[in-house]
């Protein structure tokens, strides 16, 4: 019996020293302090419900294969794996996991105590409200998770996206290179919350953009569909990216190159081409340059973004060329259908599914597959929704499908085609109008516009442009310069419809398009009339045969709008071709209309001057042309007659001089 109480209580101490050391090994160690950030004190009365929940999640990964080598795919073999949850509104993940890159010990045992440490003390400093799934994870598009692993060679712990929905699914920072100085980029432009109005230098949130990691995970939105279409082959094609930026926040730039590298196979990506539009600070570009792959070109004086893309296109190798906005986000998956679809159909310009990415939250928002790319009259793209069925086809075979025009950001082409079709129109100014003239010629001279459905980047939407047009120039004119130069060249006789909507167009110089219209001559374009016809029935322009387009001449005076909106009363001036706001449009529905406003008889009495009122159909609009020259209003016997440099309405005669007027189309000569 003495023996048999012995052998117990050396058992019981036994087990008292591996408590023990098992309790030491786990302790934090006495420069953890050091290490770690300080946890934000929690209220106690959640703190033991958010311990509870850290506590469940360290017991469901202890559980799972991948904590233990079993089952987990590829990296996540590692037995010294650990999660960290990390909100987007804390510093940058560089920052907060800054200490581990230059302590990580050799020991992997001390390694794993640190990475277990460090989860304890960020998942108590951040609020744990939002909903966990049953293996104790968070679902929060606010929250980024991230993966630590020691290294086998000695690196220090790599920073990993994990993917919510899917521990396999993990993208790094390893790809930016071990000489890329990622606080040393991110840091110096760094805003958090309180620091200035967040919304002033970019015209989208920069808090929320600089406390967004730049790998953070997305979402994969990949359709089933997708996974087994033949675009998803191995193409034997690769691409150069080309990014143009000017004056761009970092933060978003490098999430832009960052989802490249960790969501594309390296063998597809022949090159990221940086094109700096003279950015105020050179460092924006130039520290990018150490990333694999990152190439630059920095142009001295700004020059906009058609002639910093055609910058970009004569340095590409890749034989086809990508196109990306500097605040972006690709998804998985989002390169192979494109180039596929390039390899199999070289003539075709194809565009991802552009999704949202909220310019207040940095909320990542798939959009619905309902829309396609158009314009209007005044060469505006929009987006125009699909009709039910059309859709429905479109979401049931995900196929790429066709599009009128495309937003112009974002798309793949061949380089040996692009370059045969002119590339891009290299006397447009900065911003603007760009791509209604490639989505017209792509169409008109033997090409196809597509949107892959199985592609998908988001990208940030802006209400208004954070920076300036260029000296002396403004968003209208620059802008009004780029669709009048489009409109010259490719809408043939319908052109005098998009000065009918823009009148003020016609004032500005839109420069020498000859090698433009020689271009068309020489691809044996189509006619605009057939692209209306078979490619966009759904634009309404006005019926030619219906609208005769003149000015409404008396002597040496003209009818002329002022374009005044808040003077609404139209006056005789001298006649000037190239004054805007003397041509009118006569409608085959009797209206005398400039623009969206009508000709309009008033009041109606005697000796009253008309008014220009918004066109409504009504019949105080409607006139009609009499001989020898009258313009009759068509309900009564009143004429438009001059009187004092002042366009009245009074009784119809045709003996009376200054009631007679003639029209005099755009471009002829007056013999009156």
Known sequence: MPRLRFAKVVVVLMCCLLLYVGWIVSSPGPDASVRLHQPVAVPA?????????????????????????????????????????????????????????????????????????????AVLSNSLEGEWDPHGRRHDPQMTVTSLAPFDNGQSPAEVDWDPESIANTTSLEKLGRSFDLQGYLRPQHMDKGDGDPMLNFNFNQVASDNTPPNRALKDLGNPRCLHSPLQSNTRLSSSIIICFHNE?????????????????????????????????????????????????????????????????????GPVLTFLDSHCEVTKRWLEPLLSRVESHPKHIVSPVIDIISKDTMEYIPTSLNVKGGFGPNLNF?????????????????????????????????????????????????????????????????????????????????????????????????????????AEVWLDEYKHMFYDVNPAALQIDFGDVSERLALKKGLNCKPFQWYLDNVYPELKFPDLKDTTYSFIRQGSLCLDSLGDDVQPYPELRPCNQNRPY???????????????????????????????????????????MVPPGLIQYSTSSHCLQSQGGMPVLAQCSSGVAEQLWTLQKFGQTNTA
């Open 582 to 624: 003397q041509r009118w449009a006569f409608t085959l529905a009797h209206t005398i209309k400039q623009g969206l406003m009508c000709l309009t008889h008033g009041n109606h009495g005697i000796m009253q001057a008309p008014v220009l009122q918004l066109c409504s159909g009504n019949d105080s609009q409607q006139f009609q």
């Open 382 to 486: 929009r987006w125009d929704q699909m009709g039910s069925r059309e859709a429905t086809a479109i979401r049931a075979n995900m196929e790429p499908f066709q599009t009128p025009a495309i937003a112009g950001g974002l798309f793949s082409v061949n380089k040996e085609w692009f370059l045969s079709q002119g590339l891009y129109d290299s006397e447009m100014e900065i911003w603007g109008g760009e791509n209604i003239e490639l989505s017209l010629r792509t169409w008109m001279c033997g090409g196809k516009l597509e949107i892959v459905p199985c592609s998908h980047v988001g990208h940030i939407f802006r209400t208004s442009m954070p920076y300036s047009f260029g000296e002396g120039n403004s968003y209208q004119t620059t802008v009004g310069r780029n669709l009048r130069r489009t």
């Open 45 to 121: 009365e959640t703190r033991s419900a958010r311990e509870e929940k850290v506590a469940l999640q360290d017991r469901n990964f202890r559980a799972s294969p991948q904590a233990h080598g079993r089952g987990g795919p590829g990296p996540h073999r590692s037995p010294h794996r650990a999660v960290t949850v990390a909100p987007t509104a804390k510093p940058f993940m560089a920052d907060r996991l800054s200490p581990y890159r230059s302590e990580v010990s050799n020991n992997k045992l001390e390694d794993a105590r640190l990475v277990r440490d460090h989860i304890t003390q």
């Open 249 to 317: 926040a970092r933060s978003a730039l490098l999430r832009t190159i960052v989802s490249v590298l960790n969501r594309t196979p390296d063998r597809l990506v022949q090159e990221i081409i940086l094109v700096d539009d003279a950015s105020k600070d050179a460092m924006d570009g130039q520290l990018l340059t150490s990333i694999p792959k990152v190439k630059l070109i920095r142009l001295p004086k700004r020059q906009g973004l058609v002639k910093a893309r055609l910058e970009g296109v004569a340095m590409a190798r």
